[in-house]
């Protein structure tokens, strides 16, 4: 079981960007998948996730309304959509297969102009 994330970057404030979690060794319809982030410093916070059926849930108080979550079961990768995005937002972000404990290496956003 293996996760890859991708498409973290440098953006300024306002901006968006998708980042890319790519699984393999399971399906990803199989597991609730999360995305967790976690600023230098700080401890990991949940912030959003999709569950085995395909629907939202877990969602922060902190990205609510711009954060959406979504998922291509035929290329098995599940994507965070990030808008409007902040100074806060940047942190290492990472995603996880509840089913199987299994993490990412994270992908490092930094928000800033």
């Known amino acids: 079981v293996q996760l890859v994330e991708s498409g973290g970057g440098l953006v300024q404030p306002g901006g968006s960007l998708r980042l890319s979690c790519a699984a393999s060794?399971?399906?990803?319809?199989?597991?609730?998948i999360n995305w967790y982030r976690q600023a230098l410093g700080e401890g990991r916070e949940l912030v959003i996730g999709i569950t085995a059926a395909g629907g939202t849930t877990n969602v922060a108080s902190s990205v609510k309304g711009r954060f959406t979550i979504s998922r291509d079961t035929a290329k098995n990768l599940v994507y965070l959509y990030i808008n409007r995005l902040k100074t806060e937002d940047t942190a290492v972000y990472y995603c996880?297969?509840?089913?199987?404990?299994?993490w990412g290496q994270g992908t490092q956003v930094i928000v800033s102009s």
């Open positions: 996880t297969a509840v089913a199987f404990g299994s």
């Open positions: 060794g399971f399906t990803i319809s199989s597991s609730v």
